[in-house]
T-cell receptor, first 112, second 115 residues
Framework: GEDVEQSLFLSVREGDSSVINCTYT??????LYWYKQEPGAGLQLLTY?????DMKQDQRLTVLLNKKDKHLSLRIADTQTGDSAIYFC????????????FGTGTKLQVIP | EPEVTQTPSHQVTQMGQEVILRCVPI?????FYWYRQILGQKVEFLVS????????KSEIFDDQFSVERPDGSNFTLKIRSTKLEDSAMYFC?????????????FGPGTRLTVL
């Protein structure tokens, strides 16, 4: 079955770049997502990338996809204290299946 | 901005009791989902629902679970006889359409504690 793995914790200084990494097993993944979860809040979709793309940039966010290695990363430039949250990598497989498979989540701590 | 809402935010119940978790999806959305997250573990898919039917369900979604859209706005998850291991955060989500690009909008979750 599908599996998505992430490191559990990342600590960065305010103003630095953060890079959160994810690996997945399902080679038929069509869309890969990054969700953000702030304390007490739901899961907010930050960005997504289609599997035929290598990179997507959206303001401070850069997503890199290495399909050969099944590796996805999220880079946050100029990290702010408001970026402190848990970041989930997620995927949906080919075929338009509806369920989203989530990773374990990476807790990002931004030190002022 | 439209959002998915869930009630209650926290539910405490005794083992063996029935609970109903409520969700109000975004009004023009047609597809509805429940996920759960046991503390410290992954967010796991439970069930998807469309046109008053279950579209897909996971192994977790056994006979103790049921979903319903009792009216035009609410979407509920019922757990018939709760177990200790049902303690988790339950997230409702909705999407406008299915298909490959499937942005699901998530609610803030209901924390269920089974004693």
């Amino acid at each position: 079955g599908e599996d998505v793995e992430q490191s559990l914790f990342l600590s960065v200084r305010e103003g630095d770049s953060s890079v959160i990494n994810c690996t997945y097993t399902d080679s038929s993944s069509t869309y890969l997502y990054w969700y953000k979860q702030e304390p007490g809040a739901g899961l907010q979709l930050l960005t997504y990338i289609f599997s035929n793309m290598d990179m997507k940039q959206d303001q401070r966010l850069t997503v890199l996809l290495n399909k050969k290695d099944k590796h996805l990363s999220l880079r946050i430039a100029d990290t702010q204290t408001g970026d402190s949250a848990i970041y989930f990598c997620a995927e949906t497989p080919t075929g338009g299946y509806q369920k989203v498979t989530f990773g374990t989540g990476t807790k990002l701590q931004v030190i002022p | 901005e439209p959002e998915v809402t869930q009630t209650p935010s926290h539910q405490v119940t005794q083992m063996g009791q029935e609970v109903i978790l409520r969700c109000v999806p975004i009004s023009n959305h047609l597809y509805f989902y429940w996920y759960r997250q046991i503390l410290g573990q992954k967010v796991e898919f439970l069930v998807s629902f469309y046109n008053n039917e279950i579209s897909e369900k996971s192994e977790i979604f056994d006979d103790q679970f049921s979903v319903e859209r009792p009216d035009g706005s609410n979407f509920t998850l019922k757990i018939r006889s709760t177990k200790l291991e049902d303690s988790a955060m339950y997230f409702c989500a909705s999407s406008e359409r299915q298909g490959d690009y499937n942005e699901q909008f998530f609610g803030p979750g209901t924390r269920l504690t089974v004693l």
